[in-house]
């Protein structure tokens, strides 16, 4: 997963997916997908900012490959906010080579509170004993 700078120029953003997927290619492995979320508001604000262009590589390869892989994406900082690399299980590996990395269900609509759970009437509760 690579989540990239969304107001970076498209161009270099573009050349550093392309630039990963050669090197996925040229360690022996295959690129099976490239999904491409969008831009996502992110948790926690990274390089003071507030979202990010998600890019999901589902790949097969060697992890020989994922030391210079780091190395191209930690030069690109501009660019590039993070990256993580996921290591799937059998099952998992086999539904991302057949579909791709599901994209995230946001949990409400941008600008809607979630709503509190709990008690009705939403009081303190406080648990303890009744005065008398």
């Not at 590039?80 to 269900?105: K, Q």
């Not at 609509?109 to 005065?131: A, D, K, N, T, V």
Request: aromatic share 4%; net charge neutral; hydrophobic share 30%.
């Amino acid at each position: 997963m690579i989540i990239l700078n969304p107001d970076a120029d498209e161009e270099q953003q573009q050349e550093i997916l392309e630039r990963v997927q050669q090197l996925i290619t040229a360690g022996g492995g295959t690129v099976d997908h490239v999904n491409d979320w969008g831009r996502k508001k992110i948790t926690y604000p990274m390089e003071k900012r507030p979202d990010g262009r998600y890019v999901v590589i589902t790949c097969t390869g060697e992890e020989t490959s994922l030391p210079e892989i780091d190395r191209v994406l930690s030069i690109n900082k501009g660019v590039v906010l993070r990256s993580m690399f996921i290591r799937l299980n059998s099952v998992e590996a086999e539904r991302a080579r057949a579909t791709g990395a599901p994209a995230p269900v946001d949990a409400h609509p941008e600008g809607e509170r979630p709503q509190r759970g709990g008690r009705p009437g939403g009081g303190r509760g406080g648990g303890g004993r009744r005065p008398r």
